[in-house]
């Protein structure tokens, strides 16, 4: 492994450090976001063969396994996962089998809740700009390039990505014939005003020409200012890529001390990707396939928390606080179906009457014997557990208030709460759902101002659509998660007008662009 790093001129930007990320802290980093995300989707691995040491298979498993079995005791699983490499590394346990296992993906529904929350309704972008023109063209840019990249599926994978790992970062990459551009206008140019821009028809076609890259948590590598976490000094991205192409197969001796066939993969290539203020390069299996110039003088990277936590450069991840909850759900879970499992069924112990066990036991069946010390004893059925019941449920309160997701917000109604007629009761019976959410508009909204903002800059910097730095100022704009009706909204904003709140600032709160004078 190396890397030649005098592309960058920045001499505390070292090589051995660089190693170091790769090969100490990416496994450690990658292992911590993908338990993370194993408990979000719960994946189902199988047709599995489950054996104890001693050959036995047993009776009551499934034949798959699901990843947040990680979490359950090898009194349940029969298997012991004692190594960070996820749900296929677990290794069977000698004199235990395995039982009912019962995984209750608590997390993913309330995960969904979140994001439809959030992301629900579409985003608006609107200008700062005086005229109201120059404020249409521009959302309709914004619109355009973010349509190009996924549209609501874009701001909902940033949502997914950002509660689960607690952060998202997002690479605005210009195309080559935008980076041809960019490098050609000259560093010390003055933004020319106005009568240059794209028409509305004229935008589309450019749209593509900007890609939002997404990066999940366990690629993202980023060097940070040693005196502040904020900021980035070169943002390293490090992952195994997938070729369509089958990897290499096992050599004959090594395929001989094969106890089964395993069939051969897809190739992949380790790549590392190294963006800086002035430069970049791109290392495939460690060998440089291509640098140059970054012409834009800043990290086109933007960073996204969660929930913000103080002095950390990843935020609060939504998944990594519920996981203690969730094991003991299912753990609760899968105690309840053995316990079902074994009494559930009515069981019978014949005593004196011979060829009983070739018999089945059905109605009608008759039974005969000449021992008068024969009998039949019937034990097994369920009993009752409250305390079990009680358990459960306080394990589900618990995950509710962490994640601030309740039933009801996923239109589970269980039991009689009234009349949510009024907007104040809906609140408050969403207070929890709706504070959380709040801050996440305060976090992604920032994100994806910055976003904007950058999109903006470098279509200007290229010339196809100028825009002053006043006019690149935004405003993200989100709308209420909740129902509303158009009668009370009406209502609500005939009252603003008498009291005399500006006709233009009601109409932008109704969703609607005042008109140009």
């Not at 104890?52 to 012991?80: N, V």
């Not at 969660?306 to 203690?324: C, H, K, M, R, T």
């Not at 759902?433 to 470098?458: C, F, P, V």
Request: with cysteine; charged share 25%; net charge negative.
């Amino acid at each position: 492994m190396a890397f030649n790093l005098k592309i960058f001129e920045d001499s505390t930007l070292k090589e051995s450090f660089v190693q170091w990320l790769i090969q100490s802290h990416w496994p450690i980093w990658f292992s911590r976001f993908h338990r993370l995300w194993e408990y979000y989707q719960n994946r189902l691995i199988g047709p599995v063969s489950f054996e104890d040491p001693d050959g036995r298979c047993a009776e009551s498993a499934r034949p798959y396994l699901q990843a947040q079995e990680m979490g359950l005791p090898p009194r349940i699983t029969g298997r012991l996962y004692d190594s960070p490499d996820g749900i296929e590394a677990g290794r069977a346990v000698r004199d235990i089998r395995r039982k009912e296992v019962v995984t209750e993906n608590d997390i993913a529904w309330r995960i969904s809740a979140m994001v439809d929350f959030l992301f629900g309704k579409r985003v608006s972008f609107v200008s700062r700009a005086s005229e109201p023109s120059r404020r249409r063209d521009i959302q309709t840019l914004l619109d355009a390039v973010f349509e190009a990249n996924g549209g609501p599926a874009f701001f909902q994978d940033l949502a997914v990505l950002g509660a689960v790992y607690g952060f998202a970062d997002c690479i605005v990459r210009p195309s080559a014939r935008l980076n041809a551009l960019l490098q050609a206008a000259s560093p010390g140019r003055s933004v020319q005003s106005s009568d240059a821009f794209l028409s509305l028809p004229g935008i589309h076609p450019f749209a593509s020409e900007i890609a939002l890259d997404l990066v999940e948590a366990p690629r993202a590598l980023p060097v940070l200012e040693e005196d502040d976490c904020r900021t980035i000094r070169y943002y390293i991205q490090h992952f195994l890529q997938e070729r369509n192409e089958p990897e290499q197969p096992p050599v004959l001796l090594e395929r001989f001390f094969r106890k089964r066939s395993v069939p051969a993969g897809r190739r992949k290539t380790a790549v590392t990707e190294i963006i800086g203020p002035h430069s970049f390069q791109r290392y495939e299996d460690f060998q440089c396939v291509a640098e140059g110039p970054n012409p834009l003088g800043y990290i086109p990277v933007v960073h996204i928390q969660n929930l913000s936590q103080p002095f950390a450069y990843e935020g609060i991840s939504d998944v990594e606080q519920l996981i203690g909850l969730q094991d003991e759900l299912n753990t609760r879970l899968s105690d309840r179906a053995n316990r079902l499992t074994m009494q559930a069924f009515r069981m019978y112990l014949a005593k004196g009457i011979e060829g009983v066990g070739e018999k089945p036991v059905s109605p009608g069946r008759m039974w005969c014997t000449d021992n008068e010390n024969a009998s039949i004893q019937e034990f097994g059925g369920d009993d009752n557990c409250p305390s079990e019941n009680l358990h459960i449920l306080d394990i589900r309160d618990a995950m509710d208030k962490i994640s601030g997701v309740t039933p009801v917000v996923a239109g589970v109604l269980k039991n009689k709460i009234g009349h949510l007629t009024s907007g104040v009761a809906l609140k408050m019976t969403f207070m929890g759902m709706l504070t959380r959410n709040s801050r996440k508009q305060y976090t992604y909204g920032r994100g994806l101002r910055q976003i904007a903002e950058m999109i903006l800059d470098i279509f200007d910097r290229s010339g196809l659509f100028r825009t002053t730095p006043e006019e690149r100022q935004l405003d993200v704009r989100f709308p209420n998660p909740l129902p509303e009706e158009p009668a009370e909204q009406l209502k609500t904003a005939q009252l603003k007008k008498d009291l005399g709140v500006p006709a233009k600032e009601i109409l932008r709160e109704l969703g609607y662009e005042p008109a140009a004078e």
